[in-house]
């Protein structure tokens, strides 16, 4: 079998289904505005709402960053209420009328909206990264499905499905936080909210400044070109298609990349941006079609793959997850908001000009990139402490949705009990562990398998050993699969069985479970 075939169906089967919800409320944004189920195309009507809901939505977003208490997650019934309302107004779109009505409506639903948002953001927060880098890329395929479905379906049928996106996807989210103890709270920051806010507003600023690129070529679409190939002249269709590169490039990303980082996300979107800019330059019909698809493949691609970077900032104890996913996602709207006003705007006059301008700025923000990067890899909390917060919260999340890897259980364990927080490399390997030189020797194991298998005895999970070995996910599995080869083992139970049968034999402590 191919090794991206292996790739993808390890992917796959880390994702859970409801931990997919954020792909239903992506996925009611462009099924609302960017289909015809609700709004004509390219109506004023559409328009308006669309930018009083972006607006409302970042200033739920910015309040709730700076809201008193962040430690405490938002609530379940906040979280059904905000979707009820969301779904409420965007069905009301169907028959309210233009004017003050319809502002009042959107901008109803846009501040409710930002619940999710963060509420979503809470919860990659509180799994293990294991999960989450799986299952964030992994909503697009629910995104594009959901997408795809509104756009099949007949108006006003396709607007009511849209409607309903954000009920499910809220739905979906409290099914993953049933269980969570009522008093959970996330841990103190290892650093001031002050001291971490400059750095935040930069990696937002980056963030808008491709939320600015990717709206300002979508909205600047001449139009025409579709209608030519005998499809519905709407944007959705752009969204669909860059939603399947967005989720082929996100998992092949993450399965063969070390470590989530900025520069991954840089070298991965910015070409996406700068190449759809490019085209969108030449003003060719078959150009402007693949400009706008890619441009699609990069907003959503950030859109998804900033909660995964999100998630990891805050399990090193840097910040809360209000504030980067409140921040991030109210400067990802006002960028898209600011290059729809420019693609509409200035593009037809100035678009050559526009396109250069916007390729400058994305590739003279790597040096903020590589800055930010050696800002948030700098050494803070261990990874995933933060994941679990108290010892009460840990259990119970553990005991009922098996969510919390070992590793994160182990690395919490430790900074409550006040050891030491920083883990290095070398301190990892420092513990004793000639059980391992044993089975390396009976079993034939290469250098790194031997590591690998040092680590699995700890209960340690990939994405840990992603971080200290340096090396990508595909990589490390490809190690597991070989040590399970070599040992005879077909299952995790099975591994833990055979380093208790050899560490019974040195007399050492047996090991932490694998799960």
Not at 63 to 87: E, K, N
Not at 393 to 399: I, L, M, P, S, T
Request: hydrophobic content about 50%; proline content about 6%; some cysteine.
């Amino acid at each position: 079998m191919f090794a991206w075939v292996q790739s993808l169906d390890s992917f796959f089967r880390q994702a859970r289904l409801r931990y997919l919800g954020l792909g239903l409320l992506i996925a009611w944004v462009y099924g609302s505005w960017f289909s015809d189920g609700i709004f004509a195309p390219s109506s004023a009507r559409g328009t308006d709402s669309l930018n009083v809901s972006l607006v409302f939505s970042a200033w739920g977003l910015l309040f709730l960053a700076f809201r008193p208490h962040r430690r405490t997650p938002l609530s379940p019934a906040l979280v059904l209420a905000a979707a009820v309302a969301v779904s409420a107004t965007t069905l009301s779109f169907l028959v309210v009328p233009a004017g003050l009505p319809l502002l009042a409506v959107a901008a109803i639903g846009g501040a409710a909206s930002s619940v999710l948002w963060v509420a979503w953001g809470e919860l990659f927060c509180q799994v293990d990264l294991e999960i989450t880098e799986a299952c964030i890329p992994a909503s697009l395929a629910v995104f594009v499905a959901a997408v795809l479905l509104t756009y099949l379906l007949p108006p006003p049928f396709s607007g009511a499905l849209a409607a309903l996106f954000p009920l499910a996807s809220s739905l979906m989210l409290l099914l993953c936080k049933n269980g969570q103890p009522e008093d959970f709270r996330f841990p103190e920051p290892v650093e001031p909210f002050s001291a971490v806010l400059p750095s935040l507003a930069k990696l937002a600023f980056c963030s808008m400044v491709c939320s600015i690129a990717t709206g300002c070529v979508v909205t600047s679409f001449p139009g025409g070109e579709l209608a030519a190939l005998g499809l519905s002249d709407r944007g959705i269709l752009f969204y669909v298609a860059g939603g399947v590169v967005a989720g082929f490039i996100a998992v092949f990303a993450i399965a063969h990349t070390s470590r989530m980082s900025f520069s991954f996300l840089y070298e991965w979107a910015i070409p996406l941006i700068v190449f759809s800019l490019s085209l969108r330059a030449l003003d060719d019909p078959a150009c402007n079609v693949l400009a706008s698809v890619l441009a699609c493949a990069a907003a959503l691609y950030v859109e998804v793959l900033f909660f995964a970077i999100f998630a990891r900032i805050t399990a090193k104890g840097l910040c809360l997850p209000s504030e980067t996913f409140g921040i991030f996602r109210a400067l990802v709207q006002l960028g898209f908001l600011v290059g729809g006003v420019l693609g509409v705007v200035l593009s037809p006059q100035w678009g050559l000009p526009l396109y250069l301008a916007l390729i400058c700025l994305c590739v003279v923000m790597l040096p903020l990139f590589l800055h930010l990067q050696k800002r948030f890899e700098s050494p803070g909390m261990p990874m995933a402490s933060v994941v679990l917060g108290q010892a009460s919260a840990r259990d119970n999340v553990e005991g009922r949705s098996g969510a919390i890897a070992p590793a994160a259980r182990g690395l919490a364990e430790g900074a409550l009990q006040g050891e030491p927080a920083k883990v290095t490399k070398e301190a990892a390997v420092a513990e004793p562990v000639d059980y391992v030189a044993a089975m390396a020797e009976a079993f034939k194991l290469s250098p790194r398998e031997t590591e690998v298998l040092r680590y699995l005895g700890r209960g340690r999970s990939v994405p840990y050993m992603r971080e200290v070995m340096t090396l990508s996910k595909s990589t490390i599995e490809t190690h597991i699969k070989h040590i399970y080869a070599k040992t005879d083992v077909h299952s995790k139970q099975e591994l833990i069985d055979l380093i208790e049968s050899y560490q019974e034999g040195t007399g050492e402590a047996a090991p932490v479970s694998v799960s």
